[in-house]
């Protein structure tokens, strides 16, 4: 046997014996590969109701792609207790699966793009309990104590005006379009203040929906 051979037949076996819980190789990821177990408290999600994560009880955060939106929202439930692989990536877990102990099902990266739903005018206020963290020390929007999510672009929480207002323990009156499902509410913020009548516009890159980064690459011509 060649030695070209035998390396191909090593590398075959290596990728056979680690199974099926990576849904890409880490190495391209750029991350330390984790196990997380916790009990799911929240669902992330986009300002369009797609989930993007979760958000465990024991103050870990997981970061799905959102065209696994509805495969998780099938196999996992709120209070359910999972268990998630992926790669670190600072403050959060990427997720490449996901294993609902209570249901038995596990979710992998599916290939069908997520579509986007319509929303609503609404203003809401509450009290921020946590921030929505990203990859790259990036934060994508804000918890609020009645479980309401604020979908806001990264660069809000570099602004003077609105960072005071973006962290945990501080009091905000937000209004925008508004998603509410089964899953949770989120609201993609146009306007944020400390009160109705001081309010400050959230400026949205052009094209840019929250988490971009889940978005799929256009595939090769």
């Known amino acids: 046997m060649t030695k070209a051979k035998i390396l191909l037949l090593a590398a075959t076996l290596f990728a056979g014996s680690a199974g099926v819980a990576l849904a890409q190789p880490v190495g391209k990821m750029r991350g330390k590969p984790v196990s997380v177990t916790g009990t799911v408290q929240h669902f992330t999600l986009t300002p369009f109701g797609a989930i993007v994560g979760l958000q465990l009880s024991n103050g870990a955060q997981v970061l799905a792609p959102p065209f696994m939106s509805t495969q998780i929202a099938y196999a996992v439930k709120l209070g359910d207790q999972v268990t998630v692989q992926g790669v670190a990536m600072g403050a959060v877990t990427r997720a490449l699966r996901i294993t609902d102990a209570t249901s038995h099902q596990s979710v992998t990266l599916p290939k069908r793009p997520f579509r986007h739903h319509g929303a609503a005018a609404a203003t809401v206020q509450g009290t921020v309990v946590s921030l929505i963290?990203?990859?790259?020390?990036?934060?994508?929007?804000?918890?609020?104590?009645?479980?309401?999510?604020?979908?806001?672009?990264?660069?809000?929480?570099?602004?003077?005006?609105?960072?005071?207002?973006?962290?945990?323990?501080?009091?905000?009156?937000?209004?925008?379009?508004?998603?509410?499902?089964?899953?949770?509410?989120?609201?993609?913020?146009?306007?944020?203040?400390?009160?109705?009548?001081?309010?400050?516009?959230?400026?949205?890159?052009?094209?840019?929906?929250?988490?971009?980064?889940?978005?799929?690459?256009?595939?090769?011509?």
Not at 136 to 153: C, E, S, Y
Not at 159 to 175: E, I, M, T
């Open 133 to 221: 963290n990203g990859p790259r020390r990036m934060h994508f929007g804000v918890m609020l104590k009645n479980g309401t999510q604020l979908a806001l672009p990264p660069a809000a929480f570099d602004d003077a005006a609105l960072r005071g207002l973006l962290k945990p323990g501080a009091q905000l009156v937000a209004s925008g379009a508004e998603h509410a499902s089964a899953l949770g509410t989120v609201l993609k913020v146009q306007q944020l203040g400390a009160d109705s009548s001081h309010l400050t516009a959230v400026t949205w890159p052009h094209g840019y929906h929250g988490h971009a980064g889940w978005h799929p690459k256009p595939a090769a011509q």
